[in-house]
């Protein structure tokens, strides 16, 4: 199933345990794009909101604080409100 899976506010000990302050920084100003996820994505919002809408999907909002996992294979509009700061990690 292609969901997105996302969890608001995780303990900063679960986000020490999976390393996301030494993965690598995505920035991104205000746009809207296509976009596929060849492999798993996990991201952690450190600034901005987007709404992100799964082809045939519901928009989903996102914000600061999130931490966020999308699924091999999905497909996406991105709609990004406020200029957007994360962490990601693929795989």
């Known amino acids: 199933m292609n969901e997105i899976h996302c969890e608001h506010n995780p303990a900063p000990v679960k986000l020490e345990v999976l390393g996301v302050y030494d993965w690598p920084l995505w920035k991104k100003e205000v746009s809207t794009f296509p976009w596929t996820y060849s492999e798993k994505e996990t991201c952690y919002?450190?600034?901005?909101r987007a709404l992100i809408t799964p082809d045939g999907g519901q928009p989903q909002a996102f914000k600061r604080g999130d931490l966020i996992s999308f699924p091999a294979g999905l497909s996406c509009t991105w709609?990004?409100?406020e200029a957007i700061e994360k962490h990601y990690?693929?795989?």
């Not at 919002?45 to 901005?48: A, H, P, S, T």
């Open 45 to 48: 919002i450190l600034k901005g």
């Open 79 to 81: 709609d990004i409100l």
């Open 89 to 91: 990690d693929f795989g």
